[in-house]
């Protein structure tokens, strides 16, 4: 069984346009996050949110937000995309008191030509 | 968050043990070492964390010096299978967000 599940798995996409990447885990935590990895491989957080509060990473531009439907999505929608967006987003899960174990999903390759 | 320093890269002869070195020097008191490891074209695994004594688990064991300035992760029989990217990762307890802070991490070849 898939913990965390992202799709799509891949996204190719012209720039400007809005895309959404959706994230599901059936681990029944409360915490979810969205990661970038770009090229160079560096990990970066973008977000942590559960229902109670959403964290933002300060560097991530407004162009980029979560939207949670519910306690086991947290979407990523991306506004008016640009080349340097161009990397792989993971999803990750993780539930109150253990947080330093974090689920991660198997991540979104995300191509803006 | 205090900042880690690790090796690029290691190589490893399968079977043996992996001894992965990170340096955490300005580590504060309320703050543990994580461990985490990607393998190729995955996500990020959790593998071990602690906070000043030794650990271990069911996949590695972690030892942290006295000083609490460096850590070592150590993979006992080292597989092909644990050929990926570690991670150490050091954050405080009551960190906003819960949010993980990566580095370069290390690359660790496990050859036959």
């Known amino acids: 069984d898939t913990a965390v599940s992202q799709t799509p798995k891949y996204l190719v996409t012209q720039m400007g346009n809005d895309k959404s990447i959706k994230c599901e885990q059936n681990?029944?935590?409360?915490?979810m996050y969205w990661y970038k990895q770009d090229s160079k491989k560096f990990l970066k957080i973008m977000f942590s949110?559960?229902?109670?509060?959403?964290?933002i990473n300060e560097t991530v531009p407004n162009r980029f937000s979560p939207k949670s439907p519910d306690k086991a999505h947290l979407n990523l929608h991306i506004n008016s995309l640009e080349l340097g967006d161009s990397a792989v987003y993971f999803c990750?899960?993780?539930?109150?008191?253990?947080?330093?174990?974090?689920?991660f999903g198997p991540g979104t390759r995300l191509t803006v030509t | 968050d205090a900042k880690t320093t690790q090796p690029t890269s290691m190589d490893c002869a399968e079977g043996r043990a992996a001894n992965l070195p990170c340096n955490h020097s300005?580590?504060?008191?309320?703050?543990?070492v994580y461990w985490y490891r990607q393998i190729h074209s995955q996500g990020p695994q959790y593998i071990i964390h602690?906070?000043?004594n030794n650990e271990t688990n069911e996949m590695a064991s972690l030892i942290i010096t006295e000083d609490r300035k460096s850590s070592t992760l150590i993979l006992p029989h080292a597989t092909l299978r644990d050929t990926a990217v570690y991670y150490c990762?050091?954050?405080?307890?009551?960190?906003?967000?819960?949010?993980?802070?990566f580095g370069g991490g290390t690359r660790l070849m496990v050859k036959p």
């Open positions: 990750a899960s993780s539930q109150p008191g253990h947080d330093y174990e974090q689920y």
């Open positions: 681990l029944g935590h409360d915490t």
């Open positions: 949110y559960n229902n109670k509060e959403l964290i």
């Open positions: 300005t580590i504060s008191g309320n703050e543990y």
């Open positions: 602690g906070l000043k």
């Open positions: 990762i050091v954050r405080a307890s009551n960190n906003a967000g819960n949010m993980l802070t």
